[in-house]
């Protein structure tokens, strides 16, 4: 038996990752995925593995004979798809020849699930997810490929055993666009052959974006920022609603921030980088984003987090002030590509998430009345995640990060926010109130309020209970001083 895996592509769905390395090089629980499909393969008894490289190609060569496989060099990878790949190599596939593209994780030996003597796709089960989908008869007999599916069995290993078949796939695999993905060559050849699909339970994981290693468990925060790091050396920064580490990036200082589980439940990930886009480039710090929730920053050279001992000198909260003025410039009005975001649906989709109220009926009563008013406000842009880790400062100048929470809301819950999370004194807030000029004190203790119930329902999404207790406690104490 020999094995043919397509590494060719750029992997650009795993950037900054692949920057550095192409996919298959990708390290998971101490393996690269490309030694990890080899051990597994050499288990079946493959005899021949051919690597077909492009991305990066170099970086295979040493691997060559430590792993025991024979590397082929598609110069033409850019811009093309698998099949492309694939008609490159094509006369190398023979009867009991195993086709894999280069980004699976296997995790446990499959020769159970083989039909010798037969043309198989080893598949398994996905849900909530575009891909493409096996439909079959009472035998498992492949009868068409549903391009659309969201939920059923597709993807996985292909085994071509039956020499009958395999010069009719080639002549489809040759018809094939160079954007097509491989299996084309199958899914145009159905009236012709037999193909056969064995159902599998999670033999294998398809690492095609961050999400899916993190969600499996495969790899950890720690473990993307030290692959991502050039030096492998890597520096954990403190933050509460985020995962921040400090990397050196192709000979560049970054800071490289990894969005929590369940962030898309919460925000729009996308709508960060549209505000940035908005934003004076001095109030920030210059970001990169890629499309599975990572995003590198400029490591700010001399720019600390905020401390409480800082707030307290003369002239920086005046500073602050000013910064987040500039924020509060921008009115929705002017900006109607823009959502506003409403307090009271704010409110409703943590709760949803949280699976829980945590106030009583009376002082939910009263939160949502709070919200409500504010819904009917001027909606302004605001950071709405003003702690202490998010306002750098290096004693001259402060720069405001981690824009993923923002969006058009109320200054009331701007200011509330801040000096809920800043635990600032009463001196200190009368302070913000002369400084900003147009909230009252009221204003702002409706405003922690709202801040205190959000966040304590994020604590109780996220299992920080223990945070979310201190969250309440502050809560209840203004709501008494609410309504004295």
Not at 139 to 166: C, M, R, V
Not at 340 to 350: D, K, T
Not at 412 to 427: F, T
Request: charged share 25%; hydrophobic share 35%; with cysteine.
């Amino acid at each position: 038996m020999r094995a043919i895996i397509l590494a060719a592509g750029e992997g650009k769905r795993l950037r900054p990752l692949t920057l550095n390395k192409p996919k298959p090089l990708l390290e998971i629980r101490g393996k690269t995925l490309l030694e990890n499909m080899i051990f597994y393969l050499k288990k079946l008894g493959v005899k021949e593995i051919f690597v077909i490289t492009g991305y990066k190609n170099h970086l295979f060569t040493p691997l060559e004979k430590k792993l025991g496989f024979k590397q082929i060099f598609y110069k033409d990878y850019k811009n093309k798809n698998s099949a492309a790949t694939l008609q490159y190599v094509s006369n190398l596939i023979q009867k009991g020849t195993f086709i894999l593209n280069g980004d699976l994780f296997i995790n446990k030996e499959f020769s159970q699930f083989l039909r010798f003597n037969s043309n198989q796709f080893l598949a398994q089960k996905i849900t909530n997810a575009p891909f493409w989908g096996y439909l079959t008869d009472e035998n498992s007999k492949l009868i068409e490929i549903d391009t659309n599916a969201t939920n059923g069995y597709g993807d996985g290993i292909a085994f071509l055993d039956n020499p009958q078949d395999i010069q009719t796939l080639k002549n489809s695999l040759l018809k094939c666009s160079t954007q097509d993905y491989w299996e084309a060559c199958i899914k145009n050849s159905l009236h012709k052959i037999d193909f056969y699909i064995s159902y599998c339970e999670n033999f294998y994981t398809e690492i095609d974006c961050i999400e899916d290693a993190l969600c499996a468990r495969l790899i950890t925060p720690e473990e993307i920022a030290k692959q991502c790091s050039s030096d492998g050396k890597i520096q954990k920064l403190f933050s509460v609603t985020n995962i921040n580490y400090k990397i050196n990036f192709q000979n560049k200082q970054k800071v490289l921030r990894i969005s929590r589980p369940k962030l898309n439940q919460i925000i729009n990930p996308n709508n960060e980088q549209k505000i940035l886009s908005i934003l004076p480039n001095h109030l920030t710090a210059q970001n990169e984003f890629y499309n599975n929730g990572l995003k590198l920053s400029t490591f700010l050279q001399g720019y600390k987090p905020l401390t409480k001992e800082e707030i307290c000198q003369e002239g920086v909260l005046e500073l602050l002030i000013k910064k987040i003025k500039i924020l509060h410039s921008k009115n929705l009005k002017d900006y109607p590509n823009f959502t506003p975001i409403f307090m009271v649906n704010e409110i409703n989709n943590y709760e949803s998430l949280a699976k829980i109220k945590l106030v009583t009926q009376l002082e939910h009563k009263k939160i949502l009345d709070i919200a409500s008013k504010i819904d009917t406000m001027d909606f302004i842009l605001c950071h709405r995640d003003l702690q202490l880790p998010n306002i750098l400062y290096n004693g001259k100048d402060i720069k405001l990060i981690d824009f993923e929470y923002s969006g058009f809301s109320s200054y009331i819950w701007e200011l509330g926010n801040l000096s809920a999370e800043l635990e600032l004194e009463e001196k200190q807030i009368e302070k913000i109130i002369h400084l900003y000029g147009k909230i009252t004190r009221q204003e702002i203790l409706e405003g922690q309020i709202l801040s205190n119930y959000i966040w304590a329902l994020w604590s109780w999404i996220y299992d920080k209970i223990d945070l979310g207790r201190d969250y309440l406690v502050r809560l209840h104490k203004n709501l008494k001083d609410l309504n004295p």
